[in-house]
């Protein structure tokens, strides 16, 4: 019969021990009447949330400030981060990721502190220069879901603002499938293109009055273009020429938003609102940015021919939409405002040969039942005979 070794023994006692501990202490608190009142009711204590903390106070792993002071210290003095650039060799990557784990352990010992705070921090600059991106994003996360307002946001927003480009530069070189699993530690594990959008957009909603926020909705804004994401392109355009109005790309988002309206628009049989915002912004271009848009004078012209003419066809399709439907009055009318207000366009011309062949024809086209009113008595004539009895029932006796 084989015997437990006694560290294995009083290990496993002491596991006993702090389960026991555990169990007596939520038993204490869920006790109407007994423990303390302000952490709240018996349910509570039973979340594992804070099941979680008793258990760790009842192991002696609860919060100790000199203990997280120390490991604290014992990861800075491993990590050596003191600003000068970084070496990037495989020693330097194993020594940066266990001061990693001290810090993690430090902000553990001692939540909801300024401590903790530093320590996620430097938690994540370590396995960012350590190369394990994928893990600094998740520490970056949160941190900003724990501090919001942490004055650690300038040095966050460039290290996210870095990540989002270099995936952005891989998805570039290997573009995959989003299902597609990715199993380097220096990118996400699905959909790299995806990420480093969503990286971009954190940074303009977490920190909407930082520096990088403007610059962060422009690259998303081109990423999306780049990949045909036309519709989410031209939110994002819009975005920033709303929100960052004093923005070293107001004149690009509204160029580019420009194209995007007009790829966005899907024809004549559908909704007109794209060409409408673009008319807006070529007024605004115009107004704003003088100098900006005599530089692009050609490509805006061009655009401007692009919407005419996509105005122009609308007009032309109501036509022929009239004109079927056989009311050669309205189909008159609009191929008429089509001929004199865009004479500039090539639809000009067919509104002409419509209007020749619509010379002869009636403002009302005759119906094709029409020789069915014939045989229907004209309304208000009191003396025609009614089309069935005056009673069903007595026709019916009638057989």
Known sequence: MTRRS????????????????????????????????TEGSWWSNLQPKNAYKKI????????????????????????????????????????????ATKFR???DRWPDSALEEDALYMAAECVYFADHYRQATKLYDQLVKKYPNSRHFDVLDRRRFQLAQYWLELHKESP????????????????????SIKLFERIRLDDPGSRLSDDATMAAANASFEAEKYFRADELYEDLRKNFPKSEHQFAAHLLGLKCKLLVYQGAEYDSSP????????????????????????YLTDIAKQVRLAEAERIYEDGQYEQRRGNYAAAKRQYQQLHSDFSDTSLSGDAADELQQLADKPDQAVSPAQWLSEYLPESGDRRAEPL?????IDTILRR
């Open 6 to 37: 006694p560290h294995l023994q009083g290990r496993f006692a002491r596991v006993l021990v702090a389960l026991f501990t555990c169990a007596y202490t939520l038993v204490i608190t869920a006790t109407p009447g007994r423990g303390q009142e």
């Open 56 to 99: 760790k106070m009842a192991t002696g792993y609860g919060a100790d400030r000199k203990i997280a002071e120390a490991l604290f210290q014992e990861a800075t003095d491993l990590a050596r981060l003191d600003g000068s650039p970084v070496e990037r060799t495989s020693d330097r990557r194993q020594t940066l990721t266990q001061a």
């Open 105 to 107: 352990r430090a902000a």
């Open 176 to 195: 995959r499938w989003p299902i597609v699993p990715n199993w380097s530690a220096d990118r996400p594990v699905f959909d790299t293109f995806g990420n």
């Open 275 to 298: 060409l409408e915002d673009a008319k807006k912004l070529l007024k605004q271009m115009q107004r704003q940015f003088p100098a900006e848009s005599s530089q692009q004078a050609e």
């Open 388 to 392: 069935l009895s005056r009673s069903p």
